[in-house]
């Protein structure tokens, strides 16, 4: 089992700024592309960003120039810079990775936490 654990979450103004981060283990962190996504209430999960195991980004539209997601590598963390804050990017953010075995994907999730855009 994958454990993968986010914290950094909460409640900011609209045009504030938060940075979650996302621990995981070791030995899968440093060669798998990782990824964050974010589910509001009453949508379906979507994926905000992603950067694979030499740093490429990828990013959905609604998120580019405001969100950056970067590894540490030597940390085995993950993090999603989230700035310019709006009341839509309200949701619960999720870490990702998937890995093949087998040849055979599964994802992993974290917990969540939980991020609240409000005035």
């Known amino acids: 089992q994958v454990q993968l654990v986010e914290s950094g979450g909460g409640l900011v103004q609209p045009g504030g700024s938060l940075r979650l981060s996302c621990a995981a283990p070791?030995?899968?962190?440093?060669?798998?592309?990782m990824a964050w996504y974010r589910q509001a209430p009453g949508k379906e999960r979507e994926l905000v960003a992603s950067?694979?195991?030499?740093?490429?980004?990828n990013y959905v539209e609604s998120v580019k120039g405001r969100f950056t997601i970067s590894r540490d590598n030597a940390k085995n963390t993950l993090y999603l810079r989230m700035n310019s804050l709006k009341p839509e990017d309200t949701a619960a953010y999720y870490c990702?990775?998937?890995?093949?075995?087998?040849?055979?994907?599964?994802?992993?999730w974290g917990q969540g936490t939980r991020v609240t855009v409000s005035s």
């Open positions: 950067i694979t195991s030499n740093g490429i980004t």
């Open positions: 070791g030995s899968i962190f440093s060669s798998n592309a």
């Open positions: 990702n990775v998937r890995l093949l075995n087998r040849g055979v994907r599964t994802d992993y």
